[in-house]
DNA sequence: CATGAATGAGAGTTCATTCAT
DNA sequence: CATGAATGAACTCTCATTCAT
């Protein structure tokens, strides 16, 4: 009834918890291939027991899917600083700037990389709902492009959103 | 009793049942994997049974090591006719054509490329094997172009195949 | 190619092993409950690996739903004989012995029957589906005998059938 | 430092909390049965913590125990009354309403009483406790009973007991 | 007293591999 | 040569139980 003061506490482990799966994780993903990578050898890497993962994350696609989410959401917010920093840049030098954030990630995480692709393109059921998110939150980001006036308001945000998505990550797949 | 001229046909449709897994298996692994490609599905697919991938392969990594040793010498095969069709060519000239073979392969397989790469490179014990024969094919021609004039003689074959195996891979990684 | 003489072999030999399941695992069943027999008690007992379950029956509920297909059968098969040994009978004749031979078969497989009922009638998932075959069978013979004239053609056979379905499990549990 | 009358507060609350696992317990396991009933999904049904219901019950076990020793308890108290209100009744007619009270709680119960039979009859360890808790209580109340008259004394309790409630038992089977 | 994140033994299930036919 | 029922080690996932807070 009373949550004593450990709750702060608590969810502050938790996160560590799940921080720390996430991390091992995606360095064994990485090393040796999602399918390859035995939930055991993550659980026994991160210091924990295997029912943790499945405490954070539900089944073994879970985990893969948050690891995606997060790599999506660290590349996403790379390229929206480009346009945040430069509210009246002309549009060519924003696409200039937007491909240079792409390519400049893929260098600096050259093992992630391919990883991602992998996945993000076919392959497993988490891809699409990778590239969904990742659709999701640049259409939200044009929407607020729209409204503050850096972005025309002639286009359909969903449209402009799956087609930036994508070429995010054929740039990656090309760079 | 049994007649002499049967062998011939059976070795004829045992070739057929061999090339059927190897098509069949290539596309299942290129499609999802090899980890998440099952034998049964192969066999079935191919129409035979099971036991059948055993007795022309050994094992699951024996038709993996066959069809990568097919790949690895498709695109041999055709680097080789480069230096076989202009024996006097420039250094340089080969080179060019040498870069352009591989360029051209990769863009005619679009979907097998990164698949052999992933497996040419690292991830799988098959891998390593591969290069080697790769190595060993191509340390060969080296051998016959010194005999027969077309390569000098104060390089070393090992070495020369070896960094040319390992070009020929990093061409179609980042084709 | 060409199938030996040996399939006939086989698929007594598989049948054979289909069989010891279905009697084992109803044994066991029974006893402790199907959720407190393991699959691989079931296997062990029976002299199979635990992967010859799987085989057969795809999983452990696809186990008992066919062991629950097979009773409900066996109950049918006898209600069936009723009709066919006396097809002018008066109808309320057939009445009684239908009844008696579902008492008959309670009586006689007294550790049986609870099990039965427990999952026929709610519980679990697997029990909607016996209903259906029961069901479906008894639609069938209604069918045919009206065809034959045994029943009058001014019933409905789905809700008939339907009808006689429950009738015989409330019979069985209140016996 | 820590006032007295907390204490009344705090034990009225953890009855409440007793009685509140016990009411979900019971009806959770006549829904789906002890073995798929999960005690994460008692305890929120509950309102509670997971390791609030080993605070009171030991473990699972120990919850199935007290929720059938309530459940035994309640039906004897309904069979005690009948001996008490009619203390100098002929045996013939407190046998008769001896049955009538088992019947009755029987059909104000339809659902409870196939669950309590379940695991009182069989199945579960915890069923020979059970037995054995209401043969102790009937044993005491014969005692009694012979003390103050009302039963013969030559008679044997612990005998007598467990014929009682095994016939009590058998009437619920068959009501 | 109560909490709930963490545990890990153990259950169901998979699937590469074998071998009698 | 080919078959496919059978195998069982190894994997993913579950959930009753614990204990630091």
């Not at 040796?32 to 050898?41: I, L, M, Q, V, Y």
């Not at 026994?44 to 999506?72: E, M, R």
């Not at 600083?81 to 840049?89: I, R, T």
């Not at 954030?101 to 993000?120: C, G, H, R, S, T």
């Amino acid at each position: 009834m009373e949550p004593q003061t450990d709750l702060p506490v608590r969810q502050a482990s938790k996160l560590e918890t799940r921080n720390s799966l996430l991390q091992v994780a995606l360095e064994l993903f990485v090393e040796k291939g999602f399918e390859a990578t035995r939930t055991s050898e993550i659980a026994q890497k991160a210091g924990v027991a295997v029912g943790t993962i499945y405490l954070h994350f539900g089944d073994k696609d879970g985990l893969l899917s948050a690891i995606l989410v997060n790599l999506a959401d660290s590349i996403y917010i790379r390229v929206k600083e480009v346009y945040e920093k430069h509210p009246s840049a002309p549009p060519e030098n924003l696409a200039r700037m937007h491909i240079e954030q792409i390519i400049q990630y893929a260098e600096e995480n050259q093992k992630i990389a391919p990883f991602v692709l992998d996945y993000a393109l076919s392959r497993h059921p988490v891809g699409a709902k990778i590239i969904d998110f990742m659709v999701c939150q640049i259409e939200e980001n044009i929407r607020q492009g729209q409204a503050s006036g850096i972005y025309r308001t002639d286009i359909l945000p969903p449209l402009a959103a799956r087609a930036e998505a994508h070429m995010n990550l054929v740039l990656l797949t090309h760079w």
